[in-house]
């Protein structure tokens, strides 16, 4: 395989290069092809290449960019201002065909924004949509989307999301017509508002999309389905919850095992036997949210990974730009185009 | 204090009367001076009466309801024809005066456009609204709402979401000023839609709602807010989500412990102090969601709530008779109706 690069925002997220340029050495070391081009603010990224093993490093780029977006900063005002910061530079790496993609840990609004205006989205698709990875009770995962880049969305909206995740799906996961779930408050057909009801007539008639009905948020661990498409204020809520959820469980289970001088020596023992089985669910494992329906591959870290976590996230792009996603959507898309045009003004 | 009257719906959700009937008789035994009046099919009730001590029971009244609501009853047919359902009848008591709340554990849907077109919502309020208990970190609950009555919110739903929340609090919890937040993707004011923030400004201008700003979905359990508001549909999605993830660690914990052994023998040994550590997250704790907004008492338990359960969606009701949760919000409302109104048109 061809040598591919990834342009990476080095100053994104909460602990900036003490989290990103460790992982790229991660990264790095998986994969031979692999080229990073560290965008970033060069006084501080210098003094700790040698740290991270990075200096001289044959297939590491480094690129100054002197200003960096802070998670404070409002996107809006960040699209006004273009001001040269790793992450718009990063970016326009990707446009200009320098990069394969482009992974930050940085302002979600703005990389959104910024992903849109300059990279632009795909024939048809209005927004970009946040998606990622589930673990299922299957032992495998479902992507979820949206996760909160377009909170209310239209029916049209909805469809094209299903359609999208269902590429995504198919590629990365190597999934033959991936099933397509909507999250609704309810499975019977007549639950929901209006936009949803009539998404779910559309994806019934599609051929396109393997469309198996509704799902309830607390089946998400257990329904049969490889993308669950919801508006990104529900999705952020739903996987926000579980994150919650998961936090509150663990606590209560340390607890409970530090209550007395047996329940120590108990949990100590059980410990490894309950970090093996829960290990699937920790949300490390699943870092890295893509941007789809963009015209090039930009993926999201959490803002707090840490280095496995952020190492997750450049492996997500990696798969996509291996199974061309922006490509493999756009062809979709115009296949579809004419059927749902057909079927949204029936 | 005089008796107050419990109008049951005995025939709603999965098990019907084999568990309204005996946590009917669980409160009668903790309530000297309540009352029940068992709605629902004789035929199928008389012949229980005895097995669960309700037999000739000096506070218990029977009342014949030829037909039942069941769970896949379109809510909007079930209004058409208006048949002589426990549901109905059970609401149609409270309506008359006969008594002084309703408890069903039947069609959340049908249990609202009944509720709302018997019983009437009061002044100021276009529809009910559902409201529920959540466990906290600090040892306590908030309440959430709306959990799936009003899918789509706007501003001024929120707004009065948020007032009847206080009104609720403050009374049944006995808080004074409770914390109100809003449910959001982000905690910075220029996060969510544009509703969400037209409605957080309303918030901070008035005198009679403590609010405290926006909270995510993964902050439930830890937030200082002792109500939390959002619409229907995110409301749905966080608290089933809540759910799922607790069945799912459960499922994975219990799956650790029987993995060998002495995993077994661990677990059997720490069982007890995981459970104690747990149960005040057990959902059966919180069962019993008000319908709040209308001119009556309405308390809807989970359809596959058990007898435990069950008992405690009758003791919110009992607390809400006893608080006249009806007449303090609507004297609240009168007076912030004014004010409300000069904030929305400003």
């Known amino acids: 395989m061809r040598n591919f690069t990834i342009a990476l925002d080095a100053m994104g997220g909460d602990f900036g290069p003490h989290i990103s340029l460790p992982a790229s050495y991660e990264s790095l070391q998986l994969h031979s092809n692999l080229v990073i081009i560290i965008v970033g603010d060069e006084q501080q990224i210098n003094p700790l290449l040698k740290k991270y093993h990075l200096l001289e490093h044959p297939r590491v780029k480094l690129m100054h960019a002197p200003e960096t977006i802070s998670m404070e900063d409002d996107p809006v005002s960040v699209l006004r201002h273009r001001s040269p910061s790793s992450m718009l530079i990063a970016l326009q790496l990707v446009a200009d065909g320098e990069a394969d993609a482009c992974v930050s840990a940085g302002n979600t609004g703005a990389l959104m924004l910024l992903s849109k205006h300059i990279l632009k989205t795909l024939k048809g698709i209005s927004r970009p949509a946040l998606v990622s990875a589930l673990p299922n009770n299957r032992g495998g995962h479902s992507y979820m989307m949206d996760l909160g880049a377009n909170l209310q969305c239209g029916c049209d909206t909805l469809?094209?999301?299903?359609?999208?995740?269902?590429?995504?799906?198919?590629?990365?996961?190597?999934?033959?017509?991936?099933?397509?779930?909507?999250?609704?408050?309810?499975?019977?057909?007549?639950?929901?508002?209006?936009?949803?009801?009539?998404?779910?007539?559309?994806?019934?008639?599609?051929?396109?999309?393997?469309?198996?009905?509704?799902?309830?948020?607390?089946?998400?661990?257990?329904?049969?389905?490889?993308?669950?498409?919801?508006?990104?204020?529900?999705?952020?809520?739903?996987?926000?919850?579980?994150?919650?959820?998961?936090?509150?469980?663990?606590?209560?289970?340390?607890?409970?095992?530090?209550?007395?001088?047996?329940?120590?020596?108990?949990?100590?023992?059980?410990?490894?036997?309950?970090?093996?089985?829960?290990?699937?669910?920790?949300?490390d494992l699943y870092n890295g949210a893509s941007l789809i329906g963009l015209r090039g591959i930009v993926v999201k870290s959490h803002g707090g990974a840490n280095i496995e976590a952020f190492t997750c996230a450049i492996e997500q792009a990696i798969k996509e730009i291996q199974w061309q996603i922006p490509t493999s959507i756009s062809e979709r898309l115009a296949s579809v185009l004419a059927e749902r045009d057909c079927l949204l003004h029936e």
């Not at 949803?196 to 799902?215: D, E, Q, R, V």
């Not at 948020?217 to 998961?246: Q, R």
């Open 159 to 283: 469809f094209n999301f299903a359609l999208m995740g269902s590429v995504l799906c198919e590629k990365v996961e190597q999934v033959s017509s991936p099933s397509i779930s909507l999250l609704n408050v309810g499975r019977e057909s007549n639950k929901g508002s209006d936009e949803i009801k009539h998404c779910a007539s559309l994806l019934n008639k599609t051929k396109y999309i393997n469309y198996i009905g509704f799902i309830e948020a607390n089946e998400l661990f257990d329904s049969p389905a490889d993308v669950v498409v919801t508006d990104g204020f529900s999705g952020n809520i739903a996987l926000k919850s579980y994150e919650g959820m998961g936090r509150v469980f663990i606590a209560q289970l340390k607890k409970a095992m530090n209550a007395t001088w047996y329940s120590r020596l108990l949990g100590k023992l059980l410990n490894p036997l309950i970090k093996n089985q829960l290990k699937h669910l920790h949300p």
